[in-house]
C-alpha cells in the first residue's frame, strides 16, 4: 500500500482550516458517535487498520480497543447575536398585550384565606397589666343654696262674685258697611338724572388725609371745564364753507374764459383761404344757434403739410352741468358724421369732461371729440389720427385757443 502523503486531505474530501457553506441548524447537531471497528463502514473512507502508525511508538491496550472518533469537519457555531431593531421600531421590548378581563359579574369567587391557616387567631391573647390609678378631679367646694324670701300661706282661693243678669237689648237697624278703599299704589321711583351721551362722568377728586394742612400762600385753583364750543364751531364752520369751495373751485378756475384763434400751434397752421373761412363762418353761426347763452364763439379750420386737416370750433360761457352738455354735443353731430357709439376719455381735469366717437365725412374717416367744462366747449374734427391721439391733440388746441380771464 501506498504511504499517505504529509499534509494530505481528510478522508471526506474536504480541505482542514477551510469551513464549507452549510445550514447552521445541521453546524448545531451533535456529532454522531463513534463507529466499532467490527462494523463495515464506507469504502471511501479508511478504516483505522488502514490508518498508518508511527514507528518506535507503543500502542496501549485502551487505543486498541476504541476507535478513533470520526472527524465531521465542522467548527463551534457562535450563539446568534441579537436582531437589530427595524428602522422606526422601538428599541424598549413591546409589552405583551394585556388580556381583557370581564365585568366581575361573570368571575369566579376566589377566597383570600384559602389554604391560610387561621387557628391561631382563636388563641387567648396575653392580658396585659392594669393600668396604674390616676389622680380623682377634686370636687367643688359645697355652697349655701339662697332659698328666698318664705312663701306665703296658702289659703282657700274665694270665689268670684255672682255677675248680674244683663238686660235684654232693643234691636238696631244694621248699618250697610262701608266699601273699602283700594290699596294705595306704590310710589314711583325717582328716575336717574339724564347724563350726556358719550360723557362720563368723572370720579370725585381724593379727599386730603385728615393731618394735612395747605402750606403757606397756598391759594386753591379751580379746576377749568373742557370747552367742547370751539371744536363743534370749527366743525360747522369746515362743514359750511369747505364743501361749497370744495365743488365751487372748479367753477372759479374755469369761469369766466376767453376764446381766441392763433396763427399757429406746433405744426398746424390756420388756413386763411375763402373756402375755409367760409366753413367757419358757417360752423360758428351754428355755435350761435345751439348754444345761445354762450358769451363769445369761435370756429377754424387748421392743416399741417403732411396733408393733415382739423376743424375745431366752440365757445364760452357758464355752464352748470358740463357731463350733459357733452353728451348732447355729440349727439347733435351724430347724423352730420355718422358717428358710432361715443367713447369717454379721461381729462385728467376735475369739472371737464370729453367725448370722442368715429364718423365719415366727405367719404373719409375722422375722428369728432368733444371737451365740456365750466366756463367753455371745443369740438373738434380730425383726420387720419386715432381716438387717442385725436382726444390729445383737442387738448392742446383748447390749451392755446381758450384762456380764462385774468
Same mark, same amino acid.
Given at each position: ?67 478513533? *472518533? ?9 450563539? *446568534? ?133 395747605? *402750606? ?5 385753583? *379751580? ?16 362743514? !359750511? !364753507? ?113 367725448? !370722442? ?11 369728432? !371729440? ?37
Amino acid at each position: 500500500m501506498p504511504e499517505p502523503q504529509t499534509g494530505a486531505g481528510p478522508a471526506d474530501g474536504n480541505t482542514p482550516g477551510a469551513e464549507p457553506d452549510r445550514d447552521p441548524a445541521a453546524a448545531d447537531e451533535p456529532t454522531s458517535p463513534p463507529v466499532p471497528s467490527d462494523q463495515p463502514e464506507p469504502s471511501a473512507q479508511p478504516t483505522a487498520a488502514d490508518q498508518p502508525e508511527p514507528s518506535g511508538q507503543p500502542e496501549s491496550t485502551a487505543t486498541a480497543d476504541v476507535p478513533a *472518533p470520526r472527524w465531521s469537519g465542522s467548527a463551534p457555531v457562535p450563539p *446568534p447575536s441579537p436582531r437589530r431593531p427595524a428602522w422606526g421600531e422601538s428599541a424598549e421590548p413591546t409589552p405583551p398585550q394585556a388580556v381583557p378581563v370581564g365585568p366581575p359579574e361573570h368571575q369566579t369567587p376566589v377566597d383570600p384565606w384559602a389554604g391560610v391557616d387561621t387557628g391561631g387567631w382563636d388563641l387567648p391573647s396575653a392580658e396585659l397589666p392594669p393600668l396604674p390609678p390616676t389622680m380623682p378631679y377634686p370636687s367643688p367646694p359645697s355652697t349655701r343654696q339662697w332659698s328666698g324670701p318664705p312663701a306665703p300661706p296658702v289659703g282657700p282661693h274665694p270665689l268670684p262674685p255672682q255677675a248680674a243678669p244683663v238686660p235684654p237689648q232693643a234691636a238696631r237697624p244694621t248699618m250697610p258697611s262701608r266699601p273699602m278703599s283700594p290699596p294705595a299704589p306704590p310710589p314711583t321711583p325717582a328716575r336717574p338724572p339724564k347724563q350726556r351721551r358719550g360723557r362720563r362722568s368723572s370720579p370725585p377728586p381724593p379727599a386730603p388725609p385728615p393731618d394735612w394742612q395747605a *402750606p403757606k400762600g397756598y391759594v386753591p385753583v *379751580p379746576v377749568r371745564r373742557r370747552r367742547r364750543w370751539p371744536w363743534l364751531l370749527l366743525l360747522t364752520l369746515a362743514c !359750511c !364753507c369747505g364743501c361749497p369751495a370744495y365743488y365751487g373751485f372748479p367753477v372759479s378756475a374755469q369761469y369766466p374764459a376767453r376764446a381766441a384763434l392763433p396763427v399757429q400751434i406746433e405744426d398746424l397752421s390756420l388756413r386763411q383761404d375763402s373756402r375755409s373761412a367760409e366753413t367757419a363762418k358757417q360752423l360758428e353761426n351754428e355755435v350761435r344757434q345751439e348754444h345761445w347763452l354762450a358769451e363769445d364763439t369761435f370756429a377754424g379750420v387748421y392743416s399741417t403739410n403732411s396733408g393733415k386737416r382739423v376743424t375745431v370750433f366752440g365757445g364760452t360761457g357758464f355752464r352748470l352741468s358740463p357731463e350733459s352738455d357733452a353728451e348732447a354735443e355729440i349727439s347733435r353731430l351724430t347724423d352730420r358724421y355718422a358717428l358710432n357709439a361715443p367713447e369717454t376719455v379721461d381729462t385728467g381735469v376735475r369739472g371737464r369732461h370729453e367725448r !370722442c366717437a368715429v364718423g365719415r365725412a366727405d367719404g373719409s374717416d375722422v375722428v369728432v !371729440c368733444t371737451s365740456v367744462d365750466h366756463g367753455s366747449i371745443a369740438t373738434g374734427v380730425f383726420t387720419r389720427l386715432s381716438v387717442g391721439d385725436s382726444a390729445t391733440l383737442l387738448n392742446t388746441l383748447r390749451a392755446q385757443i381758450v384762456q380764462p380771464k385774468g
